[in-house]
């Protein structure tokens, strides 16, 4: 493993791909660069308009938005404009209108220039909905993490729960499902598995041993 790789991981929501990707990059001593993050960055900054939301809204936030991930010790720290954001881009708030901020093309065209500039120097693990397919289409390992809705909606509720965010599963599994019609549904750069990319249904596993079988893929 002495080239510095460029690793793409794609899939939906709750699939458990920034959990296992920040563990593979500590191993692989490799940047993570979490693109949903930046959505969401987008998101946020939107609803600290205080107005309502319309893509009008959300595309007047784009032109000076400043995002930056910080990938260190294992954790990434995003902030928007100087302030970190990085508890509050995880609220239900900010994931109930993620999709819609994601599917509007300005948006997408400012964050993957950014994307893109990240992955320039290699030594990268990437996750996202449009990685292999659109903003690093030459990389070096492409895989599609997978779960069934019921696992990933499990998942995203444990976690919540353990924010203390009083959710319940079905709640979660509907919020999920929108999300995979609406991130798979949308014109531009939709969530799909990419022809060369490697398909990792996560059903039933560990996180250990998806991080093995994502090293594996890598050696
Ligand atoms: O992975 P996540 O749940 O934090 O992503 C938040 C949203 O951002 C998700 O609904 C889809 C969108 N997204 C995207 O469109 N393209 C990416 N590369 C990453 C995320």
Known sequence: MN????????????????????????????TYIDTGAMYRAVAWKTLQQHKPVTDELILSVVPDIDVDLRYAGGKTTVTVDGTDVTAAIRTPEVSHIVSQVAALGPVREKMVALQRKMAERG???????????NVLPNADVKIYLTASVEERAQRRWKEMQEKGYDMTLEELQKDIEARDKADMEREISPLVQAEDATLLDTTGLSIDEVVEKILGMCR
């Open 3 to 30: 080239k510095k790789l460029v690793v793409a991981i794609d899939g939906p929501a709750g699939a458990g791909k920034s959990t296992v990707a920040q563990l593979a990059a500590k191993q692989l001593g490799y």
């Open 123 to 133: 030594g990268v693990l990437m996750d996202g909905r449009d990685i292999a397919t």
